[in-house]
């Protein structure tokens, strides 16, 4: 279903941009663009690394679906999608919030070590992560209220010995912006991945320990 999803937002989302319609002044024309980030707070990986973990896993895939794998900020209304005007990440979405995810492990699943793939090291499992939506989601028709960032996505838990799949997850977080501005809905982006990346460490701790197998050396 969220293949789906995908594949119908791919086709609509270049015609969507080529249209007028009222997004609201925060996503007309303006000044150059700001760089903002998501996920950024918490421990670092180095924090993490001198805990005592009973597990080891690696971050197999960070995937988003096509509109939202980039550094641009979505903006749904309805059935209209664009990007916002004037704002980017610092990077890649899927990079930063591969990021949070390892941060949030080293706070709420204290039981697991959760390596990033490109270090390498011995693991038992993979996660995987397939992220569907990621959008400042408005309802107002005149578009002038602040909007409520969404996150929606799946984890799954892949045994690395074989590549099968263990487990699987879906999660989900919404925040409310403060105000319709910039560091505003960038602040609320932060707050949703905050939730969403503890939703994936929390399901993972408690259900890593039961899927325990023979390690491997990550890829």
């Not at 980017?88 to 390596?115: D, E, K, N, Y």
């Not at 912006?177 to 910039?182: K, P």
């Amino acid at each position: 279903m969220i293949l789906r999803r995908h594949l119908a937002l791919t086709t609509v989302i270049g015609a969507l941009l080529l249209l007028g319609g009222c997004f609201g002044k925060l996503l007309s024309g303006g000044p150059p663009e700001a760089l903002y980030r998501f996920g950024a707070t918490g421990p670092d990986a180095a924090a993490q690394a001198a805990t005592p973990a009973a597990l080891t896993l690696v971050l197999d895939q960070v995937a988003f679906a096509p509109e939202i794998d980039g550094d641009r900020l979505l903006a749904v209304h309805g059935d209209s999608v664009r990007y916002i005007a004037g704002m980017r990440w610092v990077s890649g979405a899927p990079g930063l919030f591969g990021q949070s995810v390892i941060r949030s492990f080293a706070v709420h699943a204290t039981a697991l070590r959760l390596l990033p793939r490109q270090t390498g090291g011995i693991a038992t499992l993979g996660l995987s992560l397939d992220i569907a939506r990621f959008e400042a989601h408005y309802d107002d028709d005149a578009m002038d209220t602040p909007p409520v960032v969404v996150i929606e996505g799946d984890a799954t838990l892949v045994r690395l010995s074989d590549r099968t799949i263990s487990a699987t997850h879906h999660f989900s977080a919404r925040a409310p912006a403060d105000l319709n501005r910039g560091a505003a809905i960038a602040a609320a982006f932060d707050t949703a991945t905050n939730q969403a990346t503890a939703q994936i460490a929390d399901w993972a701790q408690a259900t890593g320990a039961t899927l325990a197998g023979p390690v491997v050396a990550a890829k």
